[in-house]
């Protein structure tokens, strides 16, 4: 059982809760495009206010010598455009009906429909970062872009899920997700405290492993009310994750069978997701995957020691705990 977040997103926020309002004016003036079809999709998907996590952490990078810089505030919008690019394809590629208890853009219009919207998303954000007239964060942001798209086809492409080891799904959670809030951090840093960029960096590389993994064992351990997906939806969709690389070799013959059947089964019952979920429980694999997570928190707090003592910094702090501690 995962224990209660000690730490709240508000909490993380706090010291720049007013920038990140000025981050969705920013965003809500980039999406247009002056095509209708695609300005309703932009609507939609910017309407709501979403955690902003990835922003936060370029503001928070960007304040830590206190001295924060008006540029990052775009930076931060730019950013946010990346991810949700990516969130879009995501769910195209997966065919998720919903993120978060809400219909995706594939399932509320049509799969090409999310291709296009995606595509437009990504385009946006190269535009409104060359505006910026500075050449290394277009290499950073087209860096990432780019690890992103390689992790999401080293995932789709894979024949035999069960083969994938440690070291793959490392490779995977680094381009999936290390990648931009590394880039985050980094592009934050860049703008406000240059000579901290590659601490802040390597800050975000390790902060976005343990992230991956806690999401990688909440699809395990979480309820759907608390994570916004069905439980086990990873295994429906015979994806490999961190908790299952680490229960499968502590399997009995007859588990690990359970397993390749499931994996086999294009459309495996609820029933057979649970008892892989049960078995995955019991062979410790939550634990461990846990404990990995720990260890990637663990450096990314080493991170910050030599720095500054201010409520930027404090901040960070508790995005380590917020991400190793929640439970959504």
């Known amino acids: ?10 909490e993380v926020r706090q010291p720049v809760k007013e920038r990140l309002h000025d981050v969705e004016c920013a ?3 980039m999406v247009p495009s002056g095509f209708e079809s695609l300005d309703e999709v932009g609507e939609y998907l910017f309407s709501r206010s979403g955690k902003l996590f990835r922003p936060t952490l370029v503001l928070l990078s960007n304040g830590v010598e206190g001295t924060p810089t008006e540029s990052a505030t775009k930076l931060a919008a730019i950013v946010e455009l990346l991810h949700v690019a990516t969130l879009v394809h995501d769910d195209a590629v997966d065919h998720s009906p919903k993120r978060r208890g809400m219909p995706t853009v594939n399932d509320r219009w049509t799969h090409q429909v999310a291709i296009i919207a995606g595509d437009y998303l990504y385009s946006r954000a190269v ?9 290394e964060p277009i290499a950073i942001l087209a860096n990432t872009a780019n690890q992103m798209t390689v992790g999401e086809m080293r995932q789709l492409i894979l024949h035999d ?8 799904y490392d490779r995977l959670c680094e381009c999936k997700t290390a990648s931009l809030l590394s880039a985050a951090c980094e592009l934050g840093a860049m703008a406000g405290a240059p000579t901290r960029r590659e601490q802040l960096r390597a800050f975000g590389y390790h902060l976005g492993m343990a992230f991956q993994i806690i999401d990688d064992l909440l699809d395990y351990a979480s309820p759907t009310e608390v994570t916004g997906k069905p439980r086990g939806q990873d295994l429906q969709e015979h994806k490999v994750t961190l908790p299952l690389i680490e ?10 069978s359970a397993v ?6 294009p459309d495996p019952s609820p029933e057979s997701i649970r008892a892989i979920i049960d078995v995955v429980e019991a062979r410790g694999g939550l634990e461990r995957a846990r404990e990995h997570a720990g260890v990637q928190a663990a ?10 003592e201010n409520e930027f910094v404090s901040a960070l702090y508790m995005a380590v705990d917020f991400v190793v501690e929640r439970v959504g």
């Open 1 to 10: 059982m995962l224990p209660t977040s000690l730490v709240g997103l508000e």
């Open 27 to 29: 965003l809500l003036g």
């Open 127 to 135: 535009i409104e970062i060359t505006a910026l007239g500075d050449i």
């Open 161 to 168: 899920g069960l083969a994938f080891t440690r070291q793959d």
């Open 247 to 256: 229960a499968l070799p502590n399997m009995q013959p007859s588990e690990r």
């Open 260 to 265: 390749e059947a499931v994996f086999s089964d």
């Open 299 to 308: 450096k990314a707090r080493e991170q910050l020691a030599s720095l500054p």
